[in-house]
């Protein structure tokens, strides 16, 4: 049994799994927790979280093993994350947790975790992994790369969502509906980017699939391209640190 956590794709995968670990179902299951994120924010509670943390370590009811499901554990922020880093390096044996989630974690909570994932057909964009392709071309060459990046960061600023106000909208835009529905509307268009920043992501590990480059590395500091773009970084200063850091690399590759 892998005692440590375990990311999934989600919520039926993760009951899959501990279901075979079983042989039981898990609805209704005193040893089976489904934690998710609370309130507006739509963020994982610190004081669910202290819960769950020390629930860990009192043995199951009725299993030989407890499972706790964390639903979009990319909600966990760093906070929370970093609350569950000493349960994660150093679990119970008796307590295994999933986290469920489709996008990309922080590098000091993913690398504590076993995937999961299921084979899925990568994205269709070709004029993204064209510039993919350069970015690749050029990424000995800091100038040719900075340029190169700008690029990407236009393409992917021409896609943003186009989404217009309707007739009905404009009639009901006092003070309050206005800024609902402008919140509406910057969610759509933030969707939309986040979809390409995880293409974008998903042709830079394909490119460097072909190069003799560890890929559990670049797939950690990919992860950090995203979390930076989701947080508070500009797509190009996450695209300029993912390629310097990929640079330092040959000075300690075996």
């Known amino acids: 049994m892998i005692p440590a956590a375990l990311i999934c794709a989600s919520s039926s995968e993760a009951r899959a799994y501990a279901e075979t670990v079983w042989g039981h179902t898990t609805q209704n299951h005193p040893d089976f927790m489904v934690v998710k994120p609370e309130g507006k924010t739509a963020q994982h509670s610190m004081d669910t ?7 860990s ?11 706790i499901l964390i639903e979009d554990a990319d909600r966990l922020g ?31 909570l993913a690398s504590r975790c076993q995937r999961m994932s ?9 004029e993204l992994e064209k510039y993919v392709e350069r ?13 190169e990046i700008s690029l990407v960061e ?43 920043r995880e ?15 560890p890929l559990d590395f670049i797939e950690e500091r990919l992860q ?15 695209l300029e640190s993912f390629f310097l850091e990929i640079g330092h690399l040959p000075h300690y590759s075996f």
């Open 49 to 55: 979280l202290r819960e769950i943390r020390a629930l």
């Open 135 to 147: 970015l690749m071309s050029v990424r000995g060459s800091f100038i040719e790369l900075t340029q």
């Open 154 to 196: 236009a393409f992917l600023d021409s896609r943003k969502s186009s989404a217009k106000l309707s007739a009905k909208e404009k009639e009901l835009y006092t003070s309050g509906v206005q800024e609902k529905i402008l919140k509406e509307l910057e969610g759509v268009g933030s969707l939309d980017q986040r979809k390409l």
């Open 118 to 126: 299921p084979k899925v057909e990568g994205p269709h964009n070709p």
């Open 224 to 238: 950090e391209f995203l979390v930076r773009t989701e947080r508070f970084m500009s797509l190009s200063g996450a």
């Open 78 to 108: 760093i906070v929370g994350s970093n609350a569950l880093l000493k349960v994660l390096e150093e679990p119970f044996d008796h307590t295994s947790f999933l986290l469920v989630t489709t996008h990309a974690l922080l590098p000091t």
């Open 199 to 213: 293409e974008l992501s998903y042709y830079l590990l394909k490119a460097f699939r072909s190069t003799s480059l």
């Open 57 to 67: 370590q009192i043995p199951p009811y009725q299993q030989a093993k407890r499972f």
